[in-house]
């Protein structure tokens, strides 16, 4: 939890990294830490659920996914000699151990918040001596097996790819044991494999304070939905939500808990937290929760410094992260402060749904040579592609594009042959490339697309366009696999290319455009449902796209945690469509931006 006094300048800032002496105890339990009806699909039609495995066309021995990491088998040696340095330093700063409760809170079952995560800073400096290590500890919240929300000053400025590490599955903060081994009391620990923070967080203010860690491997844990832009009701002034962390549990002590803590908090109108924070308070953005500090412990419940990053929780999904407070934390009338899940949905799936080939945020391209059939990955440079040494050869393929059907943070690949056999490639550890059938034919499809999460349930799903023009939408179980077919409606057999790569609108909700025989583009906005109500009634964004042969969407290319879209000309020129994250027609894409040339040599854009 980041800290300000009421006078807002100059504020104290725990969110900057601190010595071990003083935040390296939070790892062994003490110290300061900073509905519609449903259709069946055609009979000749196979349900896409087959496991079928085709081995054909895997890449050779050694060779894996760019972006891929090493597996956890340094991790335990690492995690205690890190461990180890934080121990020796705790015992210098003369810590003791704590209650298990947030200030006013009580203790928590990881039962009951089994999303909850663990972040564990660390930086040895590249140096034998312990004095100069650098540790500091966050909460955050497992979103899929990969993915977790914390807060922007918990990420600021910290490379979490280092020694640092991620533990979810238990209410216990680590111990180091008297053999120096490490027990994690039940956990599972993890590394970051990338992370990503708000492209406009401000340090002075605190606004825009969201950030998202990409896990090493994926875990078990039950993850815990994100609130979307239209999920207001969840913001009802006077309803109780409830805030987790490790964090604080009494203003006069540095101490946190090494057990998980809970508060029920009733949520507060902008007008009544405007009254304490004034200006400080960006409307929108951010909201308070709690009643009125009482200025001492007795009579507050709020969270705390080393809660940064955690959940606040409403319904059963993520509707704040922890973000600011009182330098006290229990200041007579303050409020603590949380960043609004629903002004960032956009922006956070954006970073869920990112698994790009390269490992560093920016959405990647593939494309097929004419005549070599080799697929070339292109890795984003934000102002252009780079082409990367060929991934496979794909002779058969009529059809490729870039999904993450099993939340792993690795790039898949759907593709269909000319036979109309579909088929998922994904990347086992250990394995290599594996290309499971999905459905036998789809040789008559019109289109076939992967959005991502489509029905609202934070699973990517497929879609599919019938001869006879139905749009089908096949809703994932987040392993490759899907239910039975949902009809979506009639008609879309007018459009020559259907394509959707995450949110275009901002609402944290899949999207799809579509272009007409008159290169007329139109905007399908997601609804997060199924059935006939899975999109809004269509909105013309734009004209003149028929001069274009090629429409790709692979998601965010620019890491401003918008969707964009990519279009190949008949000189074979790309052109960058830069999302805005607005639903107005005219301002769905910037102005179009020069993105490279020679992509007229590639038959698959995917």
């Known amino acids: 939890m980041q800290i300000r006094t009421r006078a807002a300048r100059p504020w104290r800032r725990p969110g900057t990294v601190v010595s071990v002496a003083l935040a390296v105890t939070a790892l062994i339990g003490t110290g300061l830490t900073a509905t519609a009806a449903q259709a069946a699909a055609p009979a000749a039609v196979e349900s896409p659920l087959v496991t079928e495995v085709d081995t054909a066309g895997t890449p050779a021995a050694g060779t894996s996914a760019a972006g891929t990491v090493t597996d956890d088998r340094d991790i335990a040696e690492r995690v205690a000699g890190s461990l180890d340095a934080r121990r020796r330093k705790a015992a210098e700063s003369g810590a003791k151990p704590s209650a298990p409760m947030i200030i006013g809170g009580g ?16 930086d040895d400096q590249d140096t034998e001596d312990p004095e100069d290590d650098l540790g500091f500890f966050c909460g955050g919240t497992v979103v899929t097996p990969t993915k977790i929300v914390t807060a922007a000053h918990c990420v600021d400025g910290l490379d979490w790819t280092l020694d640092s590490f991620v533990v979810v599955g238990t209410s ?4 180091v044991n008297d053999d120096d081994s490490v027990d994690w009391h039940g956990g599972t620990y993890r590394f970051v494999k990338r992370q990503w923070k708000h492209p406009s967080y401000d340090v002075a203010t605190t606004d825009n304070d969201v950030a998202v860690l990409t896990l090493s491997s994926p875990v078990t844990v039950k993850n815990l939905p994100i609130a979307r832009s239209t ?4 913001y009802q002034t006077g309803a109780t939500a409830s805030v987790y962390g490790w964090g604080r549990y009494s203003s006069t002590s540095e101490d946190i808990s090494p057990y998980l803590k809970r508060a029920d908090l009733p949520l507060v109108a902008d007008t009544t937290c405007d009254d304490y924070w004034g200006d400080q308070l960006v409307k929108g953005h951010m909201l308070c929760a709690g009643t009125p500090a009482s200025g001492k412990d007795a009579g507050t419940t709020s969270s705390c410094m080393g809660d940064s990053g955690g959940p606040l929780v409403r319904s059963g999904r993520l509707i704040g992260i922890v973000s600011w407070g009182s330098v006290t934390c229990v200041n007579e009338g303050s409020y603590g402060v949380y960043a609004k899940v629903t002004a960032y949905a956009g922006p956070i799936r954006a970073r869920v749904y990112d698994a790009n080939w390269s490992g560093d945020s920016t959405a990647d391209l593939l494309a097929r040579g004419s005549s070599s059939k080799s697929v070339y990955p292109f890795h984003s440079r934000v102002s252009g592609y780079s082409r990367q040494s060929a991934w496979t050869t794909l002779a058969s393929a009529n059809l490729i594009t870039q999904t993450d059907l099993d939340r792993d943070g690795r790039q898949d690949v759907v593709r269909r042959d000319t036979g109309g056999a579909v088929y998922w490639s994904h990347y086992v550890s250990g394995t290599g490339w594996v290309h499971t059938k999905v459905v036998s034919d789809w040789s008559t499809r019109r289109q076939i ?17 019938t001869e006879s023009g139905n749009l089908y939408v096949y809703p994932g179980k987040g392993d490759g696999t899907f239910a039975a077919s949902v009809l979506v409606g009639p008609g879309w057999q007018a459009y020559g290319m259907v394509r959707g790569h995450g949110d275009f609108t901002g609402d944290g909700k899949a999207d799809l455009v579509a272009r007409d025989a008159a290169g007329a583009l139109w905007l399908y906005k997601g609804t997060g449902t199924a059935g006939t109500s899975a999109f809004a009634a269509r909105v013309k964004i734009g004209g003149g796209w028929n001069t274009y042969n090629r429409i790709v969407a692979v998601g965010d290319v620019n890491t401003d945690g ?16 830069k999302g805005t994250g607005s639903a107005t027609p005219s301002a769905t894409f910037a102005t179009r931006v020069a993105f490279g040339t020679g992509f007229g040599g590639y038959d698959l854009l995917g």
């Open 449 to 465: 697309v992967a959005p991502g999460d489509v029905t609202g349930d934070d699973v990517p799903d497929l879609l599919s366009v």
């Open 172 to 175: 216990r903060l680590p111990t």
């Open 231 to 234: 999920d207001t009701s969840l």
């Open 562 to 577: 918008r969707a964009d879209l990519l279009a190949r000309d008949a000189a074979g020129a790309l052109w960058l469509y």
């Open 107 to 122: 203790a928590e079952s990881i039962a009951n918040a089994p999303w909850m995560a663990q972040l564990h800073f660390f």
